[in-house]
């Protein structure tokens, strides 16, 4: 247990959090310190903290509620569902720690239209858990990808939800012109107006940290290497592996090069000839390898859930670090509650909003 506890304390030195954060303890408003009550009426998730922008943040609107159009706001897209909403929750709240200017962060959830957890409630869910949280809750069409979809080395990547990250443009009010998109297994432990601030150079789409070590060829299948058709389409280009789970989206120029549909040309292909394995991440591939602005590897500290078909700890990556990513097949809160977790999964836990069945507990942000 010390061995444990040494290795997460050293891992915490390595982190980068922002200093300029203003929060206060949130007021609970009843009898349950804070609990907030989950799908099936049990106590499931405790309320934030209130966090406060500081005196030099922008103030996004003066009068009634934050307008999605404002173009002082930090837009953050990610999807909610069931089986991932407490890494939302506690990816929400990461962020929200750690930003200087909380208070001008706008969050976009895509829910799946399909499922027994209707919008109107997941918007409950999170306006308890942030009361102050500037948020919307949008339906998405699973019509849209169900046929599109071909089955995948894990079962967990052919949710339909899994596709909505490329409806974003068409999703989100025509107003909202850039946006920073987070997989469910993620904490940003740095200010997110750091990430939101970089610029994605000539014509680019899309920022995400590129692994140029990687060997690309092994994200796509004999059939597609050996069609010269299918092969073209790297030409003239140094396509280089990155990660869908983080990235920063100019949905303008997403929508002028009609992304999404080309996006669907492929996953079409990809049903007729199997060109690849991994669900959603080989269409990016294919359209934006080799043109992506390259972003800091800092930002997607990725992978710490193992690999894609075995649950195993990874440890982090050299360097610092600024968002961790449990992309693979462990997740924290699972491994957690298992009372297996691997040394990265306790820089999760603080984050967690989380209390399980009956356990009614004193608000851990109270003094």
């Given at each position: 247990?010390?061995?444990?506890?040494?290795?997460?304390?050293?891992?915490?030195?390595?982190?980068?959090?922002?200093?300029?954060?203003?929060?206060?303890?949130?007021?609970?408003?009843?009898?349950?310190?804070?609990?907030?009550?989950?799908?099936?009426?049990?106590?499931?998730?405790?309320?934030a903290p209130e966090y406060?922008?500081?005196?030099?943040?922008?103030?996004?609107?003066?009068?009634?509620?934050?307008?999605?159009?404002?173009?002082?706001?930090?837009?953050?897209?990610?999807?909610?569902?069931?089986?991932?909403?407490?890494?939302?929750?506690?990816?929400?709240?990461?962020?929200?720690?750690?930003?200087?200017?909380?208070?001008?962060?706008?969050?976009?959830?895509?829910?799946?239209?399909?499922?027994?957890?209707?919008?109107?409630?997941?918007?409950?869910?999170?306006?308890?858990?942030?009361?102050?949280?500037?948020?919307?809750?949008?339906?998405?069409?699973?019509?849209?990808?169900?046929?599109?979809?071909?089955?995948?080395?894990?079962?967990?990547?052919?949710?339909?939800?899994?596709?909505?990250?490329?409806?974003?443009?068409?999703?989100?009010?025509?107003?909202?012109?850039?946006?920073?998109?987070?997989?469910?297994?993620?904490?940003?432990?740095?200010?997110?107006?750091?990430?939101?601030?970089?610029?994605?150079?000539?014509?680019?789409?899309?920022?995400?940290?590129?692994?140029?070590?990687?060997?690309?060829?092994?994200?796509?299948?004999?059939?597609?290497?050996?069609?010269?058709?299918?092969s073209k389409v790297f030409?003239?280009?140094?396509?280089?592996?990155?990660?869908?789970?983080?990235m920063v989206m100019d949905?303008?120029?997403?929508?002028?090069?009609?992304?999404?549909?080309?996006?669907?040309?492929?996953?079409?292909?990809?049903?007729?000839?199997?060109?690849?394995?991994?669900?959603?991440?080989?269409?990016?591939?294919?359209?934006?390898?080799?043109?992506?602005?390259?972003?800091?590897?800092?930002?997607?500290?990725?992978?710490?859930?193992?690999?894609?078909?075995?649950?195993?700890?990874?440890?982090?990556?050299?360097?610092?670090?600024?968002?961790?990513?449990?992309?693979?097949?462990?997740?924290?809160?699972?491994?957690?509650?298992?009372?297996?977790?691997?040394?990265?999964?306790?820089?999760?836990?603080?984050?967690?909003?989380?209390?399980?069945?009956?356990?009614?507990?004193?608000?851990?942000?109270?003094?």
């Amino acid at each position: 247990m010390l061995h444990l506890l040494s290795i997460f304390l050293l891992v915490s030195l390595r982190l980068c959090p922002t200093s300029a954060i203003r929060s206060f303890p949130g007021k609970s408003s009843d009898n349950s310190h804070g609990l907030r009550m989950g799908f099936d009426g049990y106590v499931q998730y405790i309320e934030a903290p209130e966090y406060r922008n500081g005196l030099k943040c922008p103030i996004p609107s003066v009068d009634g509620p934050v307008s999605v159009c404002d173009p002082l706001l930090v837009h953050v897209a990610m999807t909610l569902d069931s089986e991932y909403l407490r890494g939302s929750i506690a990816a929400v709240h990461s962020v929200l720690r750690h930003a200087s200017c909380p208070e001008n962060v706008y969050f976009h959830f895509v829910a799946s239209d399909s499922t027994s957890t209707k919008t109107d409630e997941l918007t409950r869910i999170v306006k308890s858990t942030f009361p102050s949280l500037a948020f919307k809750v949008y339906p998405f069409s699973e019509s849209l990808v169900k046929d599109l979809i071909s089955s995948s080395i894990r079962q967990a990547l052919e949710n339909p939800l899994n596709y909505a990250r490329s409806y974003l443009a068409d999703i989100l009010e025509p107003c909202v012109d850039r946006v920073i998109y987070l997989d469910s297994d993620t904490i940003v432990v740095d200010d997110i107006r750091k990430l939101w601030s970089i610029s994605l150079t000539g014509s680019r789409a899309i920022g995400a940290p590129e692994y140029c070590h990687a060997n690309f060829t092994n994200y796509f299948t004999d059939e597609f290497w050996f069609d010269p058709e299918f092969s073209k389409v790297f030409e003239g280009k140094r396509p280089c592996y990155f990660n869908t789970g983080v990235m920063v989206m100019d949905l303008v120029r997403w929508r002028e090069g009609e992304y999404t549909r080309r996006i669907e040309t492929w996953m079409k292909i990809q049903k007729e000839r199997r060109i690849y394995e991994l669900g959603s991440l080989p269409p990016f591939l294919l359209i934006f390898g080799g043109d992506v602005e390259p972003i800091g590897h800092r930002w997607n500290q990725h992978g710490l859930g193992g690999n894609n078909v075995v649950n195993s700890c990874r440890s982090l990556h050299p360097g610092p670090v600024s968002l961790l990513h449990w992309s693979g097949k462990g997740k924290p809160w699972a491994r957690l509650d298992a009372g297996t977790p691997c040394p990265v999964d306790h820089l999760w836990a603080p984050y967690d909003l989380h209390r399980p069945r009956q356990q009614h507990l004193p608000h851990p942000f109270s003094s």
